[in-house]
Structures are given as structure tokens and as C-alpha cells.
């Protein structure tokens, strides 16, 4: 008896509708930079282990100032090298790859990443990214988006970089600001998304980090609604973004029990993402548990979608199931919904082809 495959039909009508209805948002244009400008970049060797070769890297941000990175590439292997782009969550820097590097070229990928606005090497006493202050927010956001495009520009002039094949993580602050970034950035071919979200002004509104206490307290001061506070966050909400990521894969990881990015801005953001897709829950807070099963997930799907290998199997068969009970309720509802209105559009346009013959 034939197997019929309904995932490889239900993408296909996403791909049809998506050609036939969809616009680029409005917001892409904050995102836009002059590509013929100089990188004027600085590489230097950081250190060396067995297995990789870390380089310090500079260069010119369109919006201003030198972007600081790090590239990690492995010394074994058959250049050039998929690469992984990382963003760090809030609070976090570039060197947050270093543990990692060694293991990751052993498995064959190069690595590279940058410190966000007022991060690392950029942060400035007494300046937040996250804050009262909104204007500055939003151009932070923009200026780090912005200086990860430019930084794809500088991996395309690494001899040992394959840039056909260009890979995105982040987690937290890194999904978030991720989400925009694979959405605006046509040449990230697939994206990890580990507790990211999605509907600004729920995430400031439920969030439990100490930044986004300190914006409430001056929206409560001030009388701001949060309805105007959305419409102001808007053009960095990554939830405005997503899905026109499609139909580039996505994995998103998101915690059940999380407080700083509310699981309900998580459920949000997938939810407007489009296929292909996938998502993980696990019973944790913002903190992932297991560790080892995020990582040997996003192994499995970088290995498929960059390197065309295929996945590690775990000898937990649990360690695959996503029980129901983790997800909210009304999502299964929303996915029959979805094929429901996506059948239904297909056959009107089949309909009107026909007519036209």
C-alpha cells in the first residue's frame, strides 16, 4: 500500500500561495545598507588548538563605527567550510563561541560571530540595549541586524568559507534579533532559533528579565499604552519578519516554563513562521534541559540542510517526542485551520486557471 507524503503537498501549496499573495513588509527597508561600501576589515590570528584556528576580526558598519568578531575555522577537512553565524543573548559577547569552536570544527564547521550594540567589546557604561529609552533600542537592534548582514560580506571574501552554505544560531536576545536577521538576509540557508520570540509588547509586558522591569516601570510612569508602545517597536518585532524566511527551514527550541522570553511570545513567533519548520518544547524554564539534546538537534539540522548528512540517532527514543501536552492547545486547531483555508485557496486557483485555458 502507497504511502502518500502530506507534508511534501502541504508545502507545496504554502509555496503556491506564497507566490501568488505574498508582499515584502514595509519594514525591510530599516534593514537595507549600502553594499558597494568598503569592509575595510582586519583579520588576525586569536589562538590555535588541534582541531581550529580563531581569528579576531574587524570591520566598518554602515551605520557606523567597526564591528568586532570572531572566526573560527577548522585546520582539517576539505575547505571551504559550511559556516555558522552566532548571535549571544543579552548580557552576552562573542567570546561565548570559544568553548564550543573546537568541537564544532571537528565536526566540520567554521564559526563565526559578533558582539550586538553595547555588547562586549561595543558596551558603553551605563547604556542598556534594552531600555526606557526607545529610540536607542530600535537603533541598536537595527545597527546589529544590519552589522550580521555585513558580516556574511566579509565571510564571502574567506577563501575557506563556503558561502552557498551559510548557517544561523541564536538564542534569546540572539533568537529574537536572529528572527529579523534570516528573515531580511536571503543568503542565511538555514536557522536555529533557540528561546526567541515574537509580539514586543507581550514580551515587555510578561517578561521577568531585570532590563524589561525597568521599561514597564516607565510605561507605567509615563501613561504609554501598549498599543502605541507596539506600533513604535513594529519595524524591530520580529514577529513582522518571520515568515518571509519561507521557505527556508527553521528549528525553534522553546521552554515551557519560560519567564524572560514569555513561552506564549515563543508559541507566537512559530506560529507565524511558515513551513518548512519545526519546533522543540521542553519542560524548563529559559534555560533548556537537556543541554546535550538542543545541541545534538541543531547538529542533526545543520548536518541536513548544509552539508546534506544525514541525522545522529539518539538512543532515548523520547528525546524525539514533543508531547502535546507542552504545546498549547489551540495550535493543532490553527494547523488544521491552515490546511483547511490552504485548500481551499489552491482549488480556487486551480479553478480560475482552468477557465483561463
Known amino acids: 500500500m502507497q504511502v502518500i507524503n502530506f507534508n511534501k503537498y502541504l508545502n507545496c501549496i504554502v509555496l503556491v500561495l506564497l507566490f501568488l499573495a505574498i508582499e515584502i513588509s514595509p519594514y525591510f527597508e530599516y534593514y537595507e545598507y549600502d553594499k558597494n561600501m568598503a569592509l575595510n576589515a582586519e583579520i588576525a590570528m586569536l589562538r590555535e588548538t ?40 543579552y548580557g552576552g559577547k562573542k ?27 561595543r558596551k558603553v557604561p551605563g547604556v542598556e540595549l534594552y ?29 575557506k ?18 528572527a529579523i536577521f534570516i ?7 538555514a536557522a536555529v532559533l533557540i528561546v526567541p520570540g515574537g509580539n ?16 514597564r516601570e516607565y510605561i507605567q510612569k509615563t501613561g504609554l499604552s501598549y498599543d502605541y508602545l507596539q506600533k513604535m517597536l513594529d519595524p524591530i518585532d520580529p514577529i513582522n519578519f518571520i515568515e518571509y524566511y519561507s521557505p527556508r527551514p527553521v528549528q525553534f527550541h522553546c521552554g515551557v516554563y519560560d519567564d524572560i522570553v514569555p513561552a506564549e511570545a515563543c508559541r507566537q513567533l512559530y506560529d507565524r513562521a511558515r513551513e518548512p519548520k519545526e519546533i522543540y518544547w521542553y519542560e524548563s524554564g529559559h534555560a533548556l534541559k ?8 541543531a547538529i542533526n539540522f545543520f548536518n541536513k540542510h548544509l552539508k546534506a548528512v544525514k541525522p545522529t540517532k539518539v538512543e ?42
Open 290 to 297: 537537556p543541554e546535550e539534546l538542543v545541541v545534538l538537534r
Open 95 to 121: 567570546e561565548n563561541i570559544l568553548d564550543a569552536t573546537d568541537y564544532v570544527a571537528q565536526l566540520g564547521y567554521a564559526v563565526f560571530a559578533i558582539d550586538a550594540q553595547y555588547h562586549g567589546e
Open 316 to 357: 532515548n527514543k523520547e528525546y524525539y517526542i514533543v508531547k502535546l501536552e507542552n504545546i498549547p492547545d489551540y495550535s493543532l486547531l490553527i494547523l488544521l485551520a491552515w490546511i483547511i483555508l490552504l485548500s481551499i485557496a489552491t482549488a480556487v486557483y486551480i479553478l480560475y486557471k482552468l477557465k483561463k485555458i
Open 200 to 215: 514586543m509588547s507581550l514580551m515587555i509586558k510578561e517578561s521577568k528579565h531585570p532590563s524589561v522591569s525597568l521599561i
Open 50 to 89: 588541534d582541531n581550529v584556528i580563531i581569528y579576531k576580526v574587524y570591520y566598518d558598519s554602515p551605520m557606523g563605527g567597526r564591528v568586532p568578531a570572531l572566526l573560527s575555522i577548522p585546520k582539517s577537512g576539505e575547505p571551504s567550510f559550511p559556516c555558522i553565524i552566532f548571535l549571544h543573548g
Open 131 to 159: 531600555s526606557p529609552n526607545f529610540t536607542r533600542t530600535i537603533n541598536g537592534i537595527i545597527q546589529t541586524v544590519i552589522d550580521l548582514r555585513r558580516g556574511i560580506d566579509f565571510l564571502e571574501t574567506v577563501e
Open 161 to 178: 568559507i563556503d558561502s552557498s552554505r551559510i548557517g544561523y544560531l541564536g538564542a534569546s536576545m540572539g533568537g529574537i534579533l536572529g
Open 183 to 189: 528573515s531580511v538576509e536571503p543568503r542565511v540557508k
